[in-house]
């Protein structure tokens, strides 16, 4: 039976299979398994580089630091959404609004921030 094209359904078959063949968007890469994938990345945890920031770097940090950016930022924006409502009474200029937002990114956000994470270390 011939489609549109011209072609019948199994040579249909044969040349999409062609040029799957011929086309691989990954090159050999592609025919990498998984298990393949895990060995190599086992392979670069051995390396002295990786062992060096290991035996260096504390982790804690890191994630100390990560929670608290994602915290001064929670805060800025519940500021911003709460101070600022489109409901609210009284219209602020913009000017006065990006100086109180500022303000308080400068001096409350890190305030509430570090008392949040002082709670935390002593508890």
Known sequence: ???????????????????????KPLGDAGDISINDLINKGLDTLDTPLVQMIKNNVDVSVAGSLLSSMILYKTIVNLYTKSAFN????????????SKEVALFMIIGAPAIVDSIMAINAVT
């Open 1 to 23: 039976m011939l489609n549109g094209s011209g072609l019948g359904q199994e040579e249909l078959k044969l040349t999409t299979s062609l040029v799957f063949q011929k086309n």
């Open 86 to 97: 489109s409901s609210s009474i009284l219209e602020l200029a913009n000017t006065t609004r």
